[in-house]
């Protein structure tokens, strides 16, 4: 064998290599991404509208789903429980009208709005629709920012 | 004939230094000469991590402080306390937080959880510390340049065993402050769901990195702190990282001897 040979074939040797250790080092990525969640589902029915009071903020489903239901005079909402600040779960404060995250201060009004603290943005809204029955249905793989105008589009509240 | 001379009494104790059992364990003998001394160090498995001869300057409490070799006690006292921790407390959502209180009322002596948390709390105030004075010594200068790399990354492994360790509680804290912090891993540029970039990363309508794809859902193993992440910090917290951070130290204290030992004032 001459050099030249050896030197090809060391190469086609070390690109193997490196070829398994790189498919290995995927495996062990893809391996840290679960295809199964034991998690609530994204998409759920929440009753129907007569369950919910007007003007009123709805807690039935921030522990299983993370959403508050508000219903004012003319519609019905979703809002993420998510402070927009840093993350952490805010609390309706019925007395005081308002939402307060215990993290760092941040308050928001009913409609999702922040007025204090240090939350950069509002809360953000979900997709909400009837179902052919008529029940609420909940679509959280869509969400609705205020900051982007997104709020004025129907499929962000349901007109009641 | 004559008589052959006399042998001093031997005492029990030169019996003893005499039988193969001593001497295959102790081959050097009583450490007498220089060079006994030095073989001592030499042929002991734990000795000789030491270097055999020490500049008078480096054990002068002044210069070091000492700091280096406390962040090693510390983590030493972290380990042991934190594998007993291990036989009491069960990672579930279910199980977790009252193994905590357990470990503080039922557990016999009920402190080996408060050792193990003040020894967290004093480890990162040690190796700051030690960074510090390593700073105001000079002793990052060539030829320890790359140490002080090392010693950066062994600050950071310190830190992400304080943060996996910190959710493990699973108390209101814990989980916020675990929800608040990685957080930040979903804001990493492109790799991150709500970091700048991820929205590039799509195909038509398909995007690939959101909630359920990005750095924090690996992190989590879940779109919030929940089972999956109580586990995977306790792996971490448990295995992983120590794991790593051993074999910095290994680099670390190798290399404070391959580096020239202990640096002295010039």
Redesign the interface.
Known sequence: MDRRTFIKWTAVGWSCFAAIIGGYATMI?RF???NV???PVQSFRAGFPDEYAVDAVSERWKEKY?VWIVRDKEKIYVLSTVCTH????PNWLPNEQKFKC??HGSGFYSTGINFEGPAPRPLERFKIYLADNGEITVDKTKKYQQEKGEWKDPESFIAV | MAEAPQQPKKSLWENVQETQLWQSIFRTGVPVTRRQRMMVVLNNVFLHLHPVRLPKHAVKIKYTWCMGGLSFFVFLVLTITGILLMFYYRPTVEYAYGDIVDLGEQVPLGIMREIHRWGAHLMVITVWLHMFRVFMTGSYKPPREFNWVIGVVLLVLTMLLSFTGYLLPWDQLAIWAITVGSNMAGAVPFVGASGPGSALLSIGDVNFIHSASDARFALLGGRFVGEGALLRFYVLHCIGLPFVIMIFMIVHFWRVRKDGGISGPT
């Open positions: 990525l840290m991404f679960p969640l034991f998690e993370g840093l993350g952490c779960q215990p993290c």
